[in-house]
C-alpha cells in the first residue's frame, strides 16, 4: 500500500460555511466515490481515547476520533450546519455531537438526527501506530 505523509498541522477554519454547504469540497477519493488516498496525518497516541483532533490529509481538513474502545473515526473538520470544529465535539460509538449547537451525526452513514446535512465520513486505521486517513 502507498502510503502518502502528511506533515501539515490542521489549519483553522476562518469563516463557517453556508448552512448546507461542504466545508471543504472534495472532487476525489471516497467522499466522491472515487478509491482515495491514503495519508498519513499523525501517530494515533496524538488522539487520546475519547477525543478528537484536527488533521490535514491531501489537503482536506478532517476530524480524527478515538473512542474510549480503541476504534477510529474519521470526519470532515467543519459542521456543515454552521462550520463548528467538530474536533472539539463530544463522540459515542454511535454519534458525533457537534459543539456548537449540539446537531448528532451517527457513525455508520454520516446522517444528522436532526435537520442538518449529513457529513463526510472518511475511512482512517492504525498502521503500526501511525493514524492513516483516506480522502
Not at 478532517?62 to 474502545?69: E, H, I, M, P, Q
Amino acid at each position: 500500500m502507498s502510503v502518502t505523509h502528511s506533515d501539515t498541522p490542521a489549519a483553522p477554519t476562518t469563516a463557517p460555511p453556508k448552512a448546507g454547504t461542504p466545508a471543504t469540497e472534495v472532487t476525489d477519493g471516497p467522499a466522491a466515490g472515487g478509491a482515495g488516498v491514503p495519508h498519513v496525518v499523525g501517530r494515533v497516541d496524538d488522539v487520546p481515547p475519547g477525543e478528537g483532533r484536527a488533521f490535514v490529509a491531501g489537503g482536506v481538513q478532517v476530524a480524527v476520533f478515538r473512542l474510549r474502545d480503541g476504534s477510529l473515526h474519521a470526519t470532515q473538520a467543519a459542521c456543515p450546519h454552521s462550520g463548528g470544529p467538530l474536533a472539539d465535539g463530544q463522540t459515542d460509538a454511535a454519534v458525533l455531537v457537534c459543539p456548537l449547537h449540539l446537531y448528532a451525526f451517527r457513525w455508520s452513514d454520516g446522517t444528522c438526527t436532526g435537520a442538518a446535512p449529513p457529513v463526510r465520513l472518511f475511512p482512517v486505521h492504525d498502521e503500526d501506530g501511525a493514524l492513516v486517513v483516506t480522502v
